[in-house]
């Protein structure tokens, strides 16, 4: 179950960033602050599931 999360931490990273870098693109600040909440979601996702990986050594 891990890996799933790891994996979906890692997906809220990859699109948000796309996002972000399309509403740059385009110029829409909408779509641009979108992804970045959905990659700090990613982010967040990843430390956590870097927590637990910690406590289990």
Excluded: C, H, P, W
């Excluded at 990859?14 to 909408?30: L, P, S």
């Excluded at 641009?32 to 990986?53: C, F, L």
Aim: positive net charge; without cysteine.
């Amino acid at each position: 179950m891990t890996a799933e999360k790891k994996s979906k931490a890692k997906s809220d990273q990859v699109k948000g960033a796309a996002k972000e870098t399309a509403g740059r693109a385009v110029g829409n600040e909408r779509l641009e602050a979108e992804g970045r909440a959905q990659r700090a979601k990613g982010d967040g996702r990843q430390s956590v599931e870097k927590a637990k990986d910690a406590f289990k050594r």
